[in-house]
């Protein structure tokens, strides 16, 4: 069974510090792995998806990196502001439509 | 597309009593899947749907619970009796992709089982 870990469960950074989130799975046969936000009170929204052949993807201030072989992904987050507090998680797939996911890192950024 | 709609937000009721969640898919997305979301257990899937037909139960997690997605544009999520454990926040989600890649998320329904 896959297991997906997220260090640490929580951290608070000042507004404008680089933000680094930690995924870690235990099988390395995935087919992609995403990163999600959940606000409080909210659903998830997927914020980015790395296919299992490739090493990293950006979008405007969040890069994430995979390491298949390691079993690890990292989520960057480059200038943190005050708006991106939240709960990230990742979330890997095994080739079919069942997510793992992990329990989530609540980012809290003070301004 | 106003994303996936689920009712009600909120939803206290009182143990044994029938619980009805709802869920308005995002219209052209063929896959819907239902979550759980706890403290302890994090996110599980509980039922996946195809088509509006359900190909993976495997995750509901007694037969008080059922599922049924009559139509493309709606399902629901019964538990009948509900019980305190059943507290948790229910997501529906859908997605147009096989593969539950970039999947789309309603915005929960909390429950309550006193």
């Known amino acids: 069974k896959q297991e997906v870990t997220q260090i640490p469960a929580a951290l608070s950074v000042p507004e404008g510090e680089n933000l680094v989130l930690n995924c870690s799975f235990t099988?390395?046969?995935?087919?992609?792995l995403q990163w999600f936000r959940q606000d409080p009170g909210k659903g998830l929204t997927s914020l980015l998806l790395i296919q299992s052949s490739q090493r990293e993807q950006t979008s405007g201030r969040l890069n994430a990196s995979l390491d298949k072989s390691s079993g690890r992904s990292t989520l960057y987050i480059a200038a943190s502001q005050p708006g991106d507090s939240a709960t990230y998680l990742c979330a890997v797939s095994l080739e079919d439509y069942k997510l793992s996911f992990g329990a989530g890192t609540t980012v809290t950024v003070r301004a | 597309d106003a994303g996936v709609i689920q009712s009600p937000r909120h939803e206290v009721t009182e143990m044994g009593q029938e619980v009805t969640l709802r869920c308005k898919p995002i219209s052209g997305h063929d896959y819907l899947f239902w979550y759980r979301q706890t403290m302890m257990r994090g996110l599980e899937l509980l039922i996946y749907?195809?088509?509006?037909?359900?190909?993976?139960d495997s995750g509901m997690p007694e037969d008080r619970f059922s599922a049924k997605m009559p139509n493309a544009s709606f399902s629901t999520l019964k538990i009948q009796p509900s019980e305190p454990r059943d507290s948790a926040v229910y997501f529906c989600?859908?997605?147009?992709?096989?593969?539950?890649?970039?999947?789309?998320f309603g915005s929960g329904t909390q429950l309550s089982v006193l």
């Open positions: 099988d390395s046969a995935i087919y992609n």
């Open positions: 989600a859908s997605t147009d992709s096989y593969l539950a890649e970039k999947l789309f």
């Open positions: 749907f195809n088509n509006n037909v359900p190909i993976d």
